[in-house]
């Protein structure tokens, strides 16, 4: 997969439709909830196979810390590492702006994928927009 930082008007509107396909569709997350004010000011990624755009996230630098977000690969691609390397991706954004931690909040049902990757949970069981989620932290 060939991952990108989102430079374009085309792009973010792939990154768009992807997160809409995964969190609205899929998982009944209210639009309005996943399209949020934080957009505009988040740095977007975009993951192609074969120039089809297959997966996307964004990240926010926050405080002393990167923080990962809304990372989702369309449903027929998954299990093949491509989240994996958005991840690695955005680490390496948040590295390269100088930091040295990264945050996200996970849905509980991938909490195992992200500690395979080195992210420890911080936080107990919370919902966001409905589903439950954890707060989980890895050192860079």
Known sequence: MNVQIVN??????????????????????????????YDKDAIHFIGYKEDVPIAASRLRLVDDYGKLERICVLKEHRGKSFGKQMIENMEKIIIQKG???????????????????????????????????????KQL
């Open 99 to 137: 930091y040295k931690k990264a945050k996200l909040n996970a849905q509980t049902h991938a909490e195992n994928f992200y500690q395979q990757l080195g992210y420890e949970t911080v936080s107990a069981v919370f919902l966001d927009a409905g589903i439950p989620h954890v707060t989980m932290i």
């Open 8 to 37: 374009s008007d085309k792009q973010l509107e792939q990154a768009y439709h992807i997160r809409m396909v995964v969190f609205v569709e899929e998982q009944n997350v209210p639009p309005e909830e996943e399209l949020d004010a």
